[in-house]
């Protein structure tokens, strides 16, 4: 399944094949007019992604073939031991969490994942978790915390399940609870936004010391059709919603919500998986061995300051100089 912006590639890239096909059939040397396609080809990819609009790239971030999160687990990461059920209900498919080694070091995983296909997307909830995802984290913090483990999280979700049994099971409460464990972390951690990054469903296990995010993911409070459907009534204006969240990597980096941003292949993750999930591997590496020599109280400091600063605002001083005083003397 293709990207609608994809089609002048896909279609050049079948030209090239038909060429090559034909040359080998005829034996006709074709090389050279090949290679002027070739070349036009790139051109064209290069000109395409890098001028992707907002919608455009929450269209890359939802692509069939990008990795998921259990891709990224097994491509990753050496000897992963995966940890089931959150000692309380049940077992979230939708968070696949467990102890791994990445480049010799022991580390606690904890990955949304959506499915590869419609009976895996089935099964996983599409990567929307249920209060049980989120306390399956829990104890994976816990754990992290005890044995003195670094955090890896791999965020993938449209955001936490919206249903009436995850609310009865209290998942605005559990989602906060999350959020709160994460901050007081006595180990580095670190999230990466692989794919989408969507609410509270994300920051669950986004409050890291370092957030990294793919060129083509999007991390936002709601998803463009919701936001759509909320301002306009009219799920069909996400793309317009989409202009206005901002949720695009390079924004996110510029608001200062994300702290690296990983380049992916031309094309996009889903073009080349292989050399994605290198590029994360080796991301991680880097940012762990820079958050390892310090201590648990300077590891703390750091997440909360870092989380304290996110948001701007500006000052309306010629407003507030309208107001009058009514403080008393």
């Known amino acids: 399944m293709s990207l609608e912006f994809e089609k002048p590639i896909l279609d050049l890239e079948s030209k090239i094949r038909d060429m090559r096909t034909y040359g080998e059939e005829q034996g006709i040397d074709l090389t050279s007019e090949i290679g002027v396609l070739e070349s036009r080809l790139e051109s064209l990819k290069q000109e395409t992604f890098a001028s992707l609009t907002r919608w455009q790239r929450v269209q890359v971030a939802r692509a069939p073939g990008r990795p998921t999160g259990l891709d990224y687990v097994n491509a990753v990461f050496e000897g992963f031991e995966e940890l089931h059920g959150d000692r309380t ?57 005890k044995f003195g483990l670094p955090v890896v999280a791999l965020i993938d979700t449209p955001g936490a399940y919206p249903g009436i049994a995850a609310e009865e099971q209290g998942q605005a409460w559990v989602i906060a609870a999350s959020i709160q464990r994460m901050s007081r972390l006595r180990v580095p951690a670190v999230s990466v936004v692989i794919g989408e990054g969507g609410s509270g469903g994300a920051l669950a296990i986004g409050v890291a010391n370092r957030v990294l995010i793919l060129e083509n993911a999007t991390y936002s409070v709601i998803s463009p059709e919701s936001c759509a459907a909320i301002l306009w009534r009219d799920a069909s204006q996400a793309e317009r919603a989409a202009e206005a969240l901002k949720l695009t990597a390079r924004d996110l980096q510029t608001l200062e919500i994300v702290d690296r941003v990983l380049d992916e292949p031309v094309g996009g993750a889903h073009r080349d998986p292989e050399a994605t999930m290198r590029q994360v591997g080796d991301a991680l590496r880097e940012e762990l061995d820079a958050l390892a020599p310090l201590d648990a109280t300077e590891l703390v400091r750091q997440r909360r300051s870092r989380f304290r600063r996110l948001g701007r605002f500006t000052e309306l001083e010629a407003a507030a100089s309208e107001v009058p005083d009514t403080r008393l003397d």
């Open 89 to 145: 209900l049940g077992d979230d498919p939708a968070v696949v969490t467990g102890l791994a080694k990445l480049a010799g070091r022991s580390v606690v995983v904890i990955a949304q994942q959506k499915g590869r296909d419609t009976k895996e997307n089935i099964h996983r909830n599409f990567g929307m978790s249920h209060p049980s995802g989120y306390r399956k984290a829990m104890r994976m913090f816990d754990l992290a915390d």
